[in-house]
């Protein structure tokens, strides 16, 4: 990975002064996906993963394609322009967003007399620089290498085909890619046995918070939605929210009360982004686990984005393939943020159909709408709610405390013997831990 210097502390990046040219290549017949987004919105999107490495963007260009080049994914006209404002800006580095086979990045790379990354390559590369924790270190490395690893097998078959004529099969090249694949091989195999270890270590963290009876609640969303800025707001903490992709890439996770008393663990997470590498999603799989168990997962949505509904389409696929469960999907409340960046009047409006999503519009940045929001919050995780009765006896004080400390009483009533009875309110997720404890003394009412 990258050894430049770190990201957050050096403020614009200017010193660093890495120029770098943004090529976004796209099909001139739009298939689905890409005919649901502008393409000024591509760009901006592709300028700002530049960005988020410190890179000097000097210029981003457009290229329609006809068909993909196997030898250069463009065609030769536009690669002849592009060499000719490479040669104008000299720049470090030149990015296409868009999949590159190793073939053509080498091709590109030669032609350009520079650096050539693709979009899986940059994403990569940004979370190399963003990964703060030993877990997300070594997960960002592992899709890292398994990246690699597939461009050395493609690479290969590629060389193989050229030699197949000649009979040179079995030359050095081969050789040497043979084990470089062994020494990632090996390599990968030692990330994810401490892959392992690490993830069980946060199992237990896990385990240990969940006695804690406070339902956990998820922000998902695209990436830049405004998550981490939510979380702030409504947490009070100093999470790193800037105007960068991805600036967020380890979960954190915060109490707070709501406005019922009732309390819960915030948990702020990865952003999403379309085309996310398959490597990456598999990699925080892990981290993700915190999405995958909350009670309730919110999906932040930028309302002022143009792309939106294609980012919704984006994260909703990435829950699907992270594995999120249809009925937390169905729970899931969509939070318009940023309403403050329209004129009153001109805000998206929230449908009254049963079968959409429930949704709230806010301005994390103003804290306009978080009453709405928060009730809304408490109302689903009350609709979550079970609720039970405990009788308990004079002298069982130590599991009257555990109760308490447990669950959210409702209502308790003495009787005149000093018996005691007590209305509980639980977490899906508590119920087990209160049936094991209290037993025959313990009945459902509801939920
Ligand atoms: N105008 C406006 N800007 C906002 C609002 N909420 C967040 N932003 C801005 O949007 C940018 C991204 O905010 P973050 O909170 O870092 O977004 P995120 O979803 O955590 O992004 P990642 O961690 O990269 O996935 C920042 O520049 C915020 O200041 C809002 O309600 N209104
Ligand atoms: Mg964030």
Redesign the pocket.
């Known amino acids: 990975m990258t050894n430049k210097t770190d990201a957050h502390s050096s403020g614009s990046g200017r010193e660093s002064s890495r120029r770098a040219i943004v090529v976004h290549p796209y099909m001139k017949r739009p298939n689905e996906r890409s005919s649901t987004r502008t393409l000024d919105a591509r760009l901006e999107e592709a300028k700002g993963l530049a960005r988020a490495i410190s890179l000097d963007v000097v210029a981003a260009v457009a290229v329609a394609l006809n068909e993909a080049r196997p030898s250069t994914l463009i065609g030769k006209g536009k690669v002849e322009e592009l060499k000719a404002l490479c040669a104008e800006h000299e720049p470090e580095l030149v990015i296409c967003d868009g999949q590159l086979t190793p073939v053509q990045q080498r091709n590109l790379e030669r032609e350009w007399n520079t650096k050539v990354l693709d979009r899986t390559g940059l994403i990569l590369e940004i979370f190399g620089e963003r990964a703060r924790t030993a877990e997300g270190r070594l997960q960002v490395e592992l899709a890292h290498l398994s990246y690699q690893k597939g461009r050395l097998v493609r690479s290969w078959t590629h060389l193989e085909r050229q030699r197949g004529g000649f009979g040179f099969l079995g030359g050095p090249g081969e050789t040497q890619i043979e084990s470089d694949r062994r020494a990632i091989g090996d390599r990968i195999a030692k990330l994810k046995r401490e892959l392992e270890d690490v993830t069980r270590t946060r199992k237990l963290h896990r385990d240990a918070r969940k006695r804690v009876p406070f339902p956990v609640v998820a922000l998902v969303?695209?990436?830049?939605?405004?998550?981490?800025?939510?979380?702030?707001r409504l947490t009070s903490a100093e999470v790193?929210?800037?105007?960068?992709?991805?600036?967020?890439?380890d979960p954190t996770m915060r109490g707070l009360a709501l406005p019922s008393k009732r309390r819960i663990i915030l948990s702020?997470t990865?952003?999403?982004i379309s085309e996310l590498p398959t490597q990456l999603v598999a990699a925080f799989r892990a981290t993700l686990e915190e999405v995958l168990e909350a009670d309730l997962v919110l999906h932040?949505r930028?309302a002022?984005h143009p792309d939106w509904m294609a980012q919704k389409e984006d994260v909703l696929a990435v829950l699907d393939e992270l594995g999120v469960a249809p009925q937390a999907q169905e729970s899931m409340i969509e939070v318009w943020?940023?309403?403050?960046?329209f004129p009153p009047g001109k805000r998206p409006a929230a449908s009254n159909d049963k079968r959409e999503p429930k949704s709230v519009s806010?301005?994390?940045?103003?804290g306009e709408g978080f009453d709405r929001l928060l009730k809304m919050i408490d109302d689903a995780l009350a609709e979550n709610a079970v609720e039970a009765d405990l009788r308990l006896a004079a002298d069982e004080g130590a599991d009257l405390a555990w109760a308490y400390a447990n669950g959210d009483v409702l209502k308790r009533t003495n009787d005149t013997k000093g018996r005691v009875k007590l209305r509980v309110a639980l977490t899906p997720a508590l119920l087990p831990r209160f049936e094991r404890r209290f037993g025959a003394r313990m009945v459902r009412t509801q939920g």
């Open positions: 969303g695209y990436t830049n939605a405004g998550k981490s800025t939510l979380f702030n790193l929210a800037k105007d960068q992709l991805f600036a967020t890439l702020d990865v952003g999403f932040v930028d002022s943020n940023k309403i403050d960046c806010i301005s994390a940045l103003t």
